[in-house]
């Protein structure tokens, strides 16, 4: 999101069974985890200061603008690259956040800098060479793309109309573009529209289209059946097997902004995890139509939890830990990370905090969230996260005490010409870079989307592990 209090015109026309009881886990006894531990192994820190990587001032208005000043890297170098420009009505949409099936990744469109909204499909088994399989068209404003666990289906994710005077596509221009779109997506080169749903008003508040909002949405296959995870109003849907309609089945107090749902890495039971007031929350979800409150991170003032979590999928010195951070658009600061264990999700603990070298920070006037901590995830122990226009870091938390004061490992600043890459349009947005999120593959490799650029495929030495994969058989 572009903060709690992002107002997405003003960006459009300026171009974003039984539940987990009192758990109590000792490290003895916990093994190795679900998808095992982290490598013993974990990269060295920094043999450079990175205090000044990031450039908050470049001497004169505007300056944030120009992409020549902004293609700094360290340990992070560029693999594969795609401008995203196959249909001429989605170029320079806005591209914002990714998500992953396999090696296909669906690269979200705000539109907001001159192109529709959608999606696009990307297959990426080659890292070198990603390939555009096929491009959705939308009105919406949209932040995520979301495929449900099994593959079958595709979600488009709405929090706004469309821009005054833009041409309505079918299908239905999305209904207003609040909600959110179902796609069948088994064959990825076609994707087929089923339906879109709007519910999501609560109780006193129907007339009030907006409360129907997706600016983020999560799933989950659980016992059988894909759940919907609707942030802000709380609301968990069931998808139909056949994909074409979706009911609402329960409700819990707060999901704040991001939703992450999925197996405790530990005890394997379900949990949805999102954020609340200042900080992050914890529900018990094996039966999902009966959620249960497990636990809170309250939060505060100066290490919030509330905009985005995730954790690692892997045990680190028997415990299980994960990454929240906050968002404060409005300004250009870069925001701190914090780093919990949720070994007892009923007794969160923090372990340490971590943040950009130099804690960047823009202040020129007319900020929006330029350097603020935004999406991420990780995969053995490091983090890869996106930050704005202070552009891609990674940092590791793989051991305790590194978890206690994360390491940063590198960064990288996206700089493509897209007009160097065979596209036809460039239009430069206020802030050059401006990355909304940062995703790992299974392999190592670090996804991001430059909002005017296009799709990057990154790697880092020593931690990417540079495998051939089957090319993905759709596309």
Not at 79 to 89: A, E, F, I, S, T
Not at 230 to 242: E, R, S
Not at 275 to 286: A, H, I, P
Request: hydrophobic share 35%; charged share 15%.
């Amino acid at each position: 999101m572009l903060g709690r209090l992002l107002i997405p015109i003003l960006l459009v026309s300026a171009v974003a069974a039984g539940c987990i009881q009192a758990a109590n886990v000792s490290p003895a006894s916990t093994g190795a985890g679900l998808e095992g531990t982290v490598s013993a192994t974990r990269l060295p820190p920094p043999d450079k200061d990175l205090s000044g990587a990031i450039v908050s001032d470049h001497g004169a208005p505007y300056m944030h603008a120009i992409p020549n000043l902004h293609t700094g890297s360290y340990r992070m170098d560029l693999v594969g690259y795609n401008p995203l420009q196959d249909d001429p009505l989605t170029a320079n949409s806005g591209y914002t956040a990714i998500t992953v099936f396999h090696h296909v990744a669906c690269v979200s469109h705000f539109a907001g800098t001159g192109g529709y909204g959608g999606a696009t499909l990307v297959n990426f088994s080659d890292p070198a060479k990603p390939v555009v399989v096929s491009s959705i068209l939308s009105t919406a404003i949209g932040s995520r793309c979301q495929f449900t666990e099994d593959g079958k289906y595709l979600l488009l994710a709405d929090y706004g109309g469309p821009a005054p005077g833009t041409p309505l596509p079918d299908p239905l221009a999305d209904a207003a573009s609040y909600g959110v779109s179902v796609y069948d997506v088994s064959d990825l080169k076609n994707p087929k529209f089923l339906f879109h749903d709007s519910q999501g008003q609560q109780p006193g508040d129907e007339a009030d289209v907006s409360s129907s909002e997706y600016h983020n949405v999560g799933t989950a296959l659980i016992n059988g059946t894909n759940y919907v995870f609707q942030t802000y109003t709380g609301n968990i849907l069931a998808l139909a097997a056949d994909g074409k309609s979706m009911k609402i089945v329960a409700h819990v107090e707060a999901t704040d902004h991001d939703v992450w749902v999925g197996r405790h890495p530990i005890t394997g039971e379900w949990l949805l995890v999102s954020g609340k007031g200042q900080g992050t929350v914890f529900y018990g979800l094996d039966d999902p139509t009966h959620p249960k409150l497990l636990g809170v991170y309250e939060g505060n003032a100066s290490y919030q939890g509330w905009h985005r979590q995730w954790p690692l999928m892997e045990t680190v010195e028997g415990r299980a830990l994960m990454v929240v951070a906050g968002e404060e658009c409005g300004n250009g600061k870069s925001l701190p990370y914090t780093v919990l264990d949720f070994t007892d999700p009923t007794d969160i603990k923090v372990l340490g905090h971590w943040q950009i070298p130099g804690k960047p920070e823009i202040k020129e006037p007319g900020q929006l969230c330029s350097m603020n901590s935004h999406e991420f995830n990780t995969w053995n122990g490091y983090v890869a996260t996106g930050n704005y226009h202070a552009g891609v870091w990674v940092f590791d938390v793989g051991t305790l005490a590194r978890a206690a004061d994360p390491v940063t490992i590198g960064y990288y600043e996206p700089h493509e010409n897209p007009l160097d890459h065979g596209a036809t349009r460039y239009s430069p947005f206020a802030w050059n870079p401006d990355t909304w999120g940062a995703y790992f593959d299974d392999r190592g490799y670090v996804l991001t989307a430059d909002w005017a650029t296009g799709f990057y495929v990154l790697k880092v030495p020593g931690l990417t592990q540079e495998t051939p994969a089957a090319p993905a058989s759709s596309g």
